[in-house]
């Protein structure tokens, strides 16, 4: 695991400050390999077996009554976040509560019964990211860091430069040089230092890690590295939100698209909570993960049985999932094999057309991410792998605005003509 190779910070707060409410229902950090515990603090990796650290919490009760009640973003749920209660009322995005779209007319066309979109490009950075940036900034605030980082493939290095500049830090964040122009542009408008890395997402990844070991970084709140267990918690207001959305509800199916695959362990670990307090029936659910083929380690894992994923450098047109050794993959085989879903993935053409076909059947312009998992999602359905009958989601995590090349080449006017109602007769026929 690539952070294991990075010196481990610290935990510089001690349970007893923990506990004075500014994390909320969070406890303490636990070892995902091992179950040490450890204080709330800016670390990431088990000091016994280098295993990822992730919240862990003590709710109290909470029910859909207090949820339902609260603002339309995911501080309706900071009951379950690591956030202070008063977290709603501090500068900051306030993402989230974005439209689940009952998508009947795709639903047709695929074969299905039962399917929506989850739609995060409805976030205000126009993707997924602004939900685990917002839990990050509350984390950073909370250790007193003043600079806000991260290594990014686009949406993050956006998401972290907006949510920094509203709550009032400097932002540094990192790219690689040859990103989409929207997402460059996007990391750059609201202030900070974008620097572009020359090299893949995993060469940004690796200087990061060196650079919070050197004096340079070292007071910095990295949002997906030292402040990562705290960022990660922002991906469970998904299946919170889905839930919610469906009439407290788990989906019997959803298919998650996959970078590091911390988006979707975070997905599981929120329906397991929701079941946990109550708030929703206990009922089996398949989780089904989606990659591109170009940067698809965690799907070659799957498909070959293997419980270790072989890293792979990235060629593909869905630049926001093209990481090419994934911190989390090996728990995405594990809760795809555990729930009974799959790993997939689709390739470069099959992407455009995913896109194309969203776009035309439900007025969705997604990013290639979104083209990711709904050609996957086609894919399992022709496949005979997802049932056809079951309720399934389908997750689109960004904007199409954000990756126009990837349709462009295919799009022109239908035709160019005079303002002549015989001109317009004549093309039209
Ligand atoms: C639009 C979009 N969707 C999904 C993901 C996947 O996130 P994760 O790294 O949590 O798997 C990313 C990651 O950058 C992304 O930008
Ligand atoms: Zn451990």
Redesign the pocket.
Known sequence: MALAETEIPTASVSADTALDGRFGPAVALSCRECGTRYDLGPSFACIECFGPLEVAYDFGRVTREQIAAGPASIWRYRALLPVPDGVAARPNMAPGWTRLVNAGNLARELGLRSLHVKDDSGNPTH???DRVVAIAVEAARNFGFHTLSCSS????AGAVTAAAARAGLDACVFIPADLEQAKIVMASVYGGRLVGIEGTYDDVNRFCSELIGDELGERWGFVNVNLRPYYAEG?KTLAYEIAEQLGWRIPDQIVV????????TKIDKGFKELIALGLVEERPYRIFAAQAEGCSPVSAAYKAGHDVIRPVRPETIAK??A?GNPADGPYVLDIARRTGGAVEDVTDAEIVDAIRLLARTEGIFA?T?GGVTVGVLRKLVAEGRLDPDAETVVLN??DGLKTLDAVAGEARPTAVIRPSLDEFRSVIA
């Open positions: 993707s997924f990211k493939t686009g949406n993050l991906s698209p996959v970078a590091s695959g911390s988006q979707l926001s999932l990481i990013e991410a995590t960004g």
